[in-house]
């Protein structure tokens, strides 16, 4: 009878008049008083962008704040206080270098040192290093790769013998970094790296980013990624020459792989191209 009653005084006339409502109280004597909202408001707005809700909640206990965490963000997100995506960097692409349109214009080469995890048998009791070297055509990006034992300028030479082999156009410019393998700039005066006398007997200038900028050798580096990523999660090697093996595969392999910057081309077909132009 009590029901009946209830709706008889609900009813106005109309169907929606008899659609159940939110029986949720219109406050609670716990809520959060005009001046901790103002306080949480204050605290957002100040910390929430760089340091999060633990930045906010931390900002509210320096100022004698007493709520827990969860009713913190309980009432700020009540208050339209949401989670806000984190303002995007400055785009790169203004910062780009500009593509090179000839074969051999720029070339740059670095060292990469081969996962310790990599290692196995002989290599790995004996605690041998492993190291990759890497040569990559700027307009192109067709690269040439070759496994060493030792970190060497000597090493470096014999690479330089072998890349002039593996491309067939010349190169103008050798692009490195500063390391020892490379350059003595920084560690002698007067002493003159073998790597740096053999540029010059083959009469291709020697060209060294900034130190500490490794983002100038840009194309190189991402190759090296991408080496870590399709070769080095997947593969083991024994010795130098067991790399060296698996490495021509992978070699011939991320040549002839389509590349979005290269509009989809291999630098395989983009190097047929500019050689036939």
Known sequence: MSTLKRWCKKYDGTWQSMLEKSHRPHSHPN???PKEEKQIKNSFKKCYARYGWDGVYSDLLRKGYTRSFSGMVYAAKRLGLK??????????VQRRYPEL???GEKVQIDVKEVPFNCLRGKVLRDGKHLYQWTAIDECTRMRFVYGFEEHTPENSVKFLKMVIKAFPFKIKTIQTDNGTEFTYKFISDDKICPFDKA????GIKHKLIPPRTPWHNGKVERSHRNDQRYFYDWETFRSVDELNEKLAKHLDWSNNKTMRT?????PVQLLKER???
């Open 262 to 266: 290269l509009g989809r081309k291999s």
């Open 199 to 202: 540029l010059s007997k083959l």
């Open 275 to 277: 050689l036939a132009a």
């Open 101 to 103: 349109l000839e074969p």
């Open 83 to 92: 989670e806000q995506k984190k303002p995007k960097k400055k785009s790169r």
């Open 31 to 33: 809520r959060h008083t």
